[in-house]
């Protein structure tokens, strides 16, 4: 059965200081793998989608990395309206859902 | 443009009661999904639609859980004989493509409380 667990549960930075949130995913036979933030009382605001192992994207402070067994969201500099929940989620050639995980809920002080 | 759009924002239910919730997809999306969000969780996959077909309903919990999307753009999601355990969070999405293989752009969800 495909997995997808998140690490950590919650994370605290304070600006500046940079981090990587975890995505450790079982598939059979990824299709793509998606991260989203996830504001409070919102929908999930897609970021990025990684397709296979070695391949990486940025988008202003956040860099997504993706291996043949995890993801890594890298945010560099965090300032505090980066503070949401992130979340990851694969699709496997099999079927048409997004498997996600429970998310990682980054705060970040000014 | 415009986004996935939902209505009712929030609904309240008394146990027992059913429920419409509305889905409008960017115009012109082939696909479409609907999720179910408890609290501090991740989205979990219900049903998913190609055009007006219903193709992967596998996620619905029960057969008090139905979907429609009739002309291939706005879709219902209904459920029958509300019961505490459906209070959560129903998220629509939308997606260009028809093989379901690519981003998909989620509305702002449906808060339902059933009490």
């Known amino acids: 059965e495909d997995q997808v667990t998140q690490s950590p549960e919650a994370l605290r930075l304070q600006e500046g200081e940079s981090s990587s949130l975890n995505c450790s995913y079982t598939v059979s036979g990824l299709r793509g793998l998606f991260w989203y933030r996830q504001d409070p009382g919102k929908g999930p605001e897609f970021l990025f989608t990684l397709y296979s192992a070695g391949e990486e994207k940025e988008k202003e402070r956040l860099k997504a990395t993706l291996t043949k067994k995890e993801s890594f969201l890298h945010i560099t500099a965090p300032k505090p309206e980066d503070s949401a929940t992130y979340l990851c989620a694969v699709q496997a050639y099999s079927n048409n859902d997004m498997r996600f995980g429970a998310g990682t809920r980054l705060t970040v002080k000014p | 443009g415009a986004g996935v759009s939902q209505s009712p924002r929030y609904k309240v239910a008394k146990r027992g009661q059913d429920v419409a919730l509305r889905c409008d997809p960017i115009s012109g999306h082939v696909s479409l999904f609907w999720y179910q969000q408890a609290l501090g969780q991740g989205p979990e996959f219900l049903t998913y639609?190609?055009?007006?077909?219903?193709?992967?309903k596998s996620g619905l919990p029960s057969d008090r859980f139905f979907a429609e999307r009739p002309e291939g753009s706005v879709s219902t999601l209904k459920i029958q004989r509300t019961q505490q355990e459906d209070s959560a969070v129903y998220l629509c999405?939308?997606?260009?493509?028809?093989?379901?293989?690519?981003?998909?752009?989620f509305g702002p969800g449906t808060r339902l409380t059933v009490t």
């Open positions: 639609f190609q055009n007006e077909a219903q193709l992967d």
């Open positions: 999405a939308s997606s260009s493509t028809s093989g379901a293989t690519y981003e998909q752009y």
